[in-house]
């Protein structure tokens, strides 16, 4: 009999516990897949203190690999489940698609960024939910309280040193807290003008800072960041958003490059696609974290509805103390549904809530303990390194040197702009040029000058084939089609040409030998008749036998391929006539009349076969020692009876040319 297949979408709180619960009670008795778009579990509460500066980013991830051994991970975004179907389809890191099949599915896909209809927000905005937005963040302000330093206008240096925060929720209160003590450190290193200082600002429409937890919670956090200079402004919100600054719900506009929008989150879009009751863009889910219709389904965490059986008639917070705990749950029910253990419905004591506020301060409940001041920021450390995973040395040994040591403000610039747009279903995902995207998301951008065009991306190709170039030199002069199939030619100017047959006049009064190889003169025009036919043999030719080019910028160059050639110089042969057209140079290899060197006005060598006029055809003979008679324009010439033989090159000897 085979094994019961599990697969568990999503790796944040609620899917890593369910997770490492399920590979301890299954033991080898079941295929456990988690499909995820990183490798990482990432511990979110400390994610302020990274863009901070104070914990570097592996500090706050947790390998899967190392910490769940018996699960199978699959990198990937989920892009659609078949319910009656029980597959996951899904698209890994390089754009090949995948599907999973399931017996049991759990859905802790998470959530992202909440968007709000707020003008500009979406393009000036930057949320923090992911570790890349935070690293954006960390050497965005670095980056803005350097500009400021050197900046000569006081209006600049104010404006980049102003911080909007949107949301004074737990995250949004940590990181203004964390922020404001990050720029003090940097000012200190980095000295503005005179009076001045980094500015700020924490807005929310609530009442109260924290407005989701208790009121003790509330009153020191408001206080501790009054106390460091953070501008709490309660009952506002943005209106407005542009490059240049916000536009307040108050009337007041705000000169800023810094809008941090953590206003909430809004659960993974994938929940919605299921087509299954919601509430609220969350899954509806029993007590037991099953979803009504649909027995071999779960759902946890912040993409789940689950009923508060503490609250009747209501439903958990999107917390990640929830989250762990309903993932703990859903291991022991989905085992359970399998004949191992019996179900048990969801249910939680609330043991109280931290908020770290940088330094040495935070706020804290443990039991309802009413907590402020150093025993709270002991408190809040301790739950944070018993509540981690992982990495719990390496996260104290970063707090300790940086009780005693200055952090490094640097940018590394790894994250632009354009990397971490607001809409985005994929917020611990840096947007990278080139890689498919699982969810369409628009394009946003942040600020003036920050946001980079697609065109000038590292790596960025053009969906579709490029449009031929096309190179037009002059009024009336020829142009070039370039294609994949065509190398790019130069292209004659006209004043090239007034030289060109100038220098050929002169050499024909002092009797100057021909130019060899490449730079040699044309021979002289044809009639359309053998134009046509030298043509469509050079073409066929081309491809193997390509007559060197001449020289830029040198008299007798060659004019632009596929237009008619140009005029000859007087009393000389002509310059080389465009390849494929009428009066084309032969192929190599191929008869045509070749005026030997050393001899004056283009006198074909003794003992060498001449162009000889056609019988029966108009024109008179050119004679020995003159120059051919220069044709008229457009009109047709004597064909010679008798094409000449092969033209032997003697490149190897400079002193004898082409005979």
């Known amino acids: ?111 992202v960024n909440k968007l709000l209809p707020i003008p500009g927000v979406a393009e000036h905005a930057h949320g923090f939910r992911g570790l890349p937005e935070a690293l954006y963040l960390r050497d965005h302000v670095t980056r ?218 935070a706020a804290a409940n443990p039991l309802g303990v009413p907590l402020s001041g150093l025993a709270a920021g002991a408190v809040t450390r301790g739950y944070h390194l018993a509540a981690m995973p992982g990495n719990r040395v390496r996260v104290a040994a970063d707090w300790l040197l940086d009780a005693v040591l200055p952090r490094q403000a640097v940018q590394l610039g790894l994250v632009r702009s354009w990397s971490v747009p607001l809409d985005t279903a994929s917020p611990e995902l840096a947007r990278v040029p080139g890689r498919p995207q699982a969810h369409r998301q628009s394009d946003a951008r942040s600020g003036p000058g920050a946001a980079t065009e697609p065109e000038t991306r590292p790596g960025w190709r053009p969906t579709e084939p490029p449009v031929p170039a096309v190179e037009q030199v002059g009024p009336g002069e020829p142009v070039v089609e370039q294609t994949d199939a065509q190398e790019p030619t130069v292209v004659a100017s006209a004043g090239e040409a007034v030289i060109s047959e100038a220098k050929a006049r002169e050499a024909a009064e002092q009797g100057l030998p021909g130019r060899r190889g490449s730079e040699r003169s044309a021979p002289e025009q044809e009639s359309p008749e053998r134009q046509v036919s030298e043509r469509e043999s050079s073409e066929r030719q081309a491809p193997e036998h390509k007559a060197p080019e001449p020289a830029k910028n040198q008299p007798g160059g060659e004019p632009a391929k596929n237009q008619p050639g140009g005029e000859p110089a007087k009393n000389q042969p002509g310059g080389e006539p465009a390849k494929n057209q009428p009066g084309g140079e032969p192929a190599r290899n191929q008869p045509g009349p070749e005026p030997a060197k050393n001899q004056p006005g283009g006198e074909p060598a003794k003992n060498q076969p001449g162009p000889q006029p056609a019988k029966n055809r108009p024109g008179p003979e050119p004679t020995k020692s003159q120059p051919a008679p220069k044709p008229a324009k457009n009109q047709p010439h004597g064909e010679p009876a008798k094409a000449p033989g092969p033209v032997k090159r003697t490149d190897a000897d400079p002193a004898e040319g082409d005979s």
């Open 1 to 111: 009999m085979s094994r019961p297949r599990i697969v568990i979408v999503g790796a944040g709180f609620a899917g890593y516990r369910t997770a490492k619960e399920l590979s301890r009670k299954a033991r080898g008795k079941a295929d456990i897949t988690l499909l995820n778009p990183t490798d990482y579990f990432l511990y979110l509460p400390l994610l302020p203190q990274v863009a901070a500066g104070i914990l570097e980013p592996r500090r706050v991830t947790v390998s899967l690999s190392d910490t769940l051994p018996r699960v199978r991970l699959v990198l990937g975004e989920a892009d659609g489940i078949d319910l009656d179907g029980r597959t996951v389809h899904y698209t890994d890191p390089e754009g090949a698609a995948g599907s999973l099949g399931y017996d049991r599915l759990v859905l802790a896909a998470g959530s």
């Open 144 to 361: 803005q309280v350097e500009l400021a330093a050197a900046a000569d206008d006081p209006a600049t240096c104010a404006a980049r040193c102003t911080f909007v925060v949107v949301g004074a929720g737990y995250t949004g209160t940590e990181v203004a807290a964390q922020g404001q003590l990050f720029t003090d450190a940097q000012v200190r290193r980095h000295p503005l003008r005179k009076g001045m200082r980094p500015r700020w600002l924490l807005l929310d429409t609530a009442e109260r800072v924290l407005p989701e937890l208790d009121v003790h919670l509330s009153r020191t956090a408001d206080r501790t960041l009054r106390e460091r200079g953070v501008e709490v402004r309660m009952g506002t919100s943005v209106k407005e958003a542009t490059p240049d600054g916000v536009l307040l719900t108050d009337g007041e506009f705000v000169e800023t490059r810094s809008l941090v929008w953590c206003v909430g989150v809004r659960p993974d879009p994938l929940a919605e696609s299921l087509g299954l009751p919601m509430e609220r863009g969350r899954l509806l889910v029993d007590p037991n974290l099953q979803v009504p219709g649909r027995p071999e389904v779960f759902a946890c965490g912040d993409a789940a509805a689950v009923p508060d059986l503490e609250n009747p008639g209501q439903f958990t917070p999107m917390t990640a103390q929830h989250a762990w705990r309903q993932g703990r749950t859903a291991a022991l029910n989905v085992a359970a549904s399998l004949g191992a253990g019996v179900r048990r419905p969801y249910d939680h004591r609330d043991l109280g809530f931290v908020v770290d506020l940088g330094g040495v301060k």
